[in-house]
């Protein structure tokens, strides 16, 4: 049995001032057939590496294309894309025939003169592999579950949680499946169920903990053999956009549409019910300092690095120094240049400093302060899950009673080696500003005493009716208040 496996992936925010182009993708994951590293999974890499360790044991040969993953941005350069999947092509031509692909995708990969990447992948493979071969894809669930994929593959399994830290366990279901559809033991149908809702579901509190517990049960009994959640990627302008239910079953094309309706009207049931309440920022910082206990955690997801924001608004630092907050620290702010100054001028060094606000006037005005530099990190990461992040060189300033950590490769905070790198310890502060949407609270959920989300002006609205969405079919829901769910598209 010969399995080929590839990675093509990022996470494209079609209103990002940040384009992606092939320099983006060398900085973060780019590896040729064979050089992925043994250690841990990369971005989107999780199907290359569960089954490069099983394929021994469960005798099968593995081919390993290549894998290219960029961290989330603008809308990737058509050359650059085509170039990439090309070559991923060229290499599943060279290595037919195949019994099987594993796909590493993301889901919300948009290139110019392409709304549907992944689509446009999963379609070109299955004309070179034939009806036979069995697709295999793992995806995230802010993906936009396009009718173009969910055709031309046989298994989509997209990770449950969100934060995403179960992308290893997901890949080893895909990969279970593919197994066991080629061995002759199951023969999957797919179910795909549209709600006609954007909306953020964070499975880190109810309701969406406890549906998700819920379908993990579900799977491997009475003939259902996946249950997936699209929640969609709020921030991508493309026509099938949305939340949508997806359910692979074993022959039972009845029992998948049963389920997926099911849970598709409960989801519609949920409608802003799912996400927790953001404040203004002077509101979500007087709630901090006023809890009697530390560390209280701040989110700022309209500046997540990890939705395609730059990283570098500035509205919540500089409202926590003039209000001479003290204990408090924030991170990332995504500034290479100021990093720099840093390192030239020293540990412990006093200078004037401009940082931040520099991309767009969504990341607000500089701050101009002068600084104490307490810490520097060269090549530096942070822990999400199995994998480890890289946030380049970065360096932490403190003024007054505010600690702000700066990086120089672009990322959301993820891990408390964020802080820790710089010798900030985040749980003895007072207030911990960290730029992420929900991906924070694996690291940081366990030591916050409480988590409070605040609305910067950064790029992310986290009221979707104010994204000015142009391609999107309508009606949907919370742009269009009356729409109703469409039901069965698959």
């Known amino acids: 049995m010969r399995l080929f496996t590839a990675t093509l992936a990022t996470e494209t925010n079609t209103f990002s001032p940040l384009p992606t182009s092939l320099e983006n993708y060398r900085e973060s994951v780019f590896f040729g057939p064979g050089q992925h590293p043994a250690d841990a999974p990369r971005m989107c890499t999780a199907p290359l590496f569960v089954a490069r360790s099983r394929a021994e044991a469960e005798g099968f040969e593995l081919i390993e294309g290549s894998c290219f993953a960029a961290s989330p941005a603008g809308t990737t350069n058509r050359a650059d894309y085509e170039t990439m999947r090309d070559e991923i092509l060229g290499q599943l031509e060279a290595a037919l025939p195949v019994d099987g692909l594993l796909l590493g995708l993301h889901g919300a990969m948009v290139a110019h003169g392409y709304d549907d990447v992944e689509g446009d992948i999963v379609e070109r493979c299955r004309a070179l592999v034939g009806p036979k071969c069995v697709i295999g894809v793992e995806l995230d669930p802010h993906c936009h579950l396009t009718m173009k994929r969910v055709s031309n593959a046989d298994i989509i399994v997209l990770y449950k949680e969100f934060p995403h830290t179960d992308v290893v366990e997901r890949a080893g279901d895909m990969l279970d499946l593919v197994l066991a559809t080629l061995r002759g033991k199951v023969k999957p149908v797919t179910s795909v169920y549209d709600c006609r809702q954007i909306q953020s579901y964070p499975t880190t509190i109810q309701p969406m903990r406890g549906l998700v517990d819920r379908i993990m049960a579900m799977e491997g009994k009475d003939g259902i053999l996946s249950v997936s ?78 939705g395609g924001a730059p990283s570098d608004n500035t509205d919540i630092l500089k409202h926590l120094i003039e209000k001479n907050v ?107 500003v960290v730029k992420s949407t929900n991906h924070f609270m694996a690291a940081y959920g366990p030591i916050a005493k409480k988590v409070i989300y605040v609305e910067s002006g950064g790029p992310l609205p986290r009221d979707h009716r104010k994204v000015p969405y142009k391609k999107v079919e309508r009606p949907i829901w919370p742009l269009d208040e009356d729409a109703k769910p469409r039901g069965l598209i698959y």
């Open 229 to 306: 959640i699209a929640h969609c990627f709020p921030y991508g302008d493309v026509p099938e956009i949305g939340t949508r239910v997806l359910v692979i079953a074993d022959g039972d094309k009845k029992k998948a549409d049963a389920l997926a309706t099911q849970l598709g009207e409960e989801l519609v049931g949920l409608r802003g019910k799912t996400a927790p309440q953001a404040l203004g920022v002077a509101a979500g910082i007087s709630e901090g300092i006023a809890f009697n206990d530390l560390p209280v955690v701040i989110a700022d997801p309209s500046d997540n690095a990890g």
């Open 326 to 432: 003290e204990s408090a620290c924030l991170g990332p702010i995504w500034d290479p240049i100021a990093v720099r100054i840093c390192f030239d001028a020293g540990l412990g060094a006093r200078i004037g400093l401009r940082f931040g606000g520099k991309i767009a006037p969504s990341s607000g005005q500089p701050v101009d302060a002068e600084v104490e530099i307490i810490g520097l990190k060269r090549d530096a990461w942070q822990k999400f899950g199995p994998t480890q992040v890289p946030v380049g060189d970065c360096a932490a300033i403190r003024i007054g009673g505010v600690e702000a950590v700066l990086i120089s490769k672009r990322t959301q905070a993820t891990g408390l080696e964020l802080f820790t790198n710089v010798g900030i310890d985040p749980t003895q502060r007072k207030i911990v």
